[in-house]
């Protein structure tokens, strides 16, 4: 993989508007990995968009400042030093901040990461994800510093690469969001009244705020039988590929005639929905699906 250095130099080479081919060259991905970047902004939030008007056959075009820059901000060089969880937890041990409260960026330069890896530490690990959650923020964004520097010291001991993204069923739920989803449906067929502190309660999370989020996430999928899929799984329960999927996704937006369902905050869409739309376009005129 190139360092930063390369790819900047590689980007300075280019016109002023380029490809998806022109990014992936520059960087060293695939069109797939620069593919991901764009259609994931869950995962890759603030990639620049297209710069019209497109090339031909429909070619995209996006500004290369402005992907230089997000690449610059959310690919930084890799330090000299030590790097990964072991490495971090030695730079956590030999860290003698000034102060006892940190926000993202002031934990980033102590542990010698990005704000980027601060927050990914704070999305992969959280309360609701995991049973060994990284130390939250305060209403400051501020996160305690011994709470950051045991945590980081504790799970190198049990870590040798970076965290991996949670693993997530065909809903897009990751495995605390399943586990409240059963325990929801359950009470509420029970008849039990499901509130945010009753979650927190049977889950022992530590704050309501914590399960208003899960209770966001599961919300479209609380009605039983309301059946909800995103990417792969979406495309194999319509018949479709996934490319054709995005393809309509972009292309049939909200001020479409005939726009195509929405995805949720999950990125999942109605099965019966997505289906019904495209049987609609196969059936109508020629002249109206061009």
Request: aromatic content about 8%; glycine content about 6%.
């Amino acid at each position: 993989m190139p360092t930063l250095d390369d790819v900047l130099k590689a980007f300075d080479e280019l016109p002023d508007r380029i490809t998806n081919s022109d990014i992936a060259k520059a960087t060293g991905r695939t069109i797939h990995g620069v593919r991901n970047w764009i259609y994931q902004p869950e995962k890759y939030p603030g990639f620049p968009g297209e710069d019209p008007p497109p090339g031909p056959r429909g070619t995209a075009y996006r500004k290369r400042d402005d992907v230089r820059a997000w690449y610059e901000e959310n690919f930084p060089e890799d330090s000299t030093g030590p790097t990964g969880p072991t490495g971090i937890a030695e730079t956590a041990r030999r860290a003698r901040p000034r102060h006892a409260r940190m926000d993202s960026r002031e934990l980033a330069r102590i542990l010698n990461i990005t704000p980027r890896g601060v927050n990914y530490y704070a999305t992969a690990y959280s309360p609701e994800r995991s049973d060994n959650p990284f130390p939250q923020a305060d209403d400051n964004g501020e996160r305690d510093w011994k709470e950051v520097r045991a945590w980081i010291i504790d799970n190198a001991e049990r870590e040798r690469k970076a965290p991996k993204p949670t693993t997530r069923d065909a809903r897009g739920l990751s495995a605390r969001e399943q586990e409240a989803l059963a325990l929801v449906q359950e009470a509420e067929a029970a008849g039990t009244t499901v509130t945010p502190s009753w979650l927190a309660e049977q889950l022992d999370l530590k704050t309501v705020d914590s399960a208003n989020r899960l209770l966001r996430a599961i919300a479209p999928h609380r009605t039983p039988g309301a059946e909800r899929l995103r990417g792969a799984a979406l495309a194999k329960a319509a018949s479709v590929s996934t490319d054709m999927i995005k393809y309509y996704a972009k292309t049939y937006g909200p001020s479409a005639e005939d726009p195509f369902p929405p995805a949720d905050e999950g990125g999942t869409r109605s099965v019966s929905e997505v289906k019904a739309w495209i049987k609609r376009r196969e059936n109508a005129p020629r002249a109206r699906r061009s």
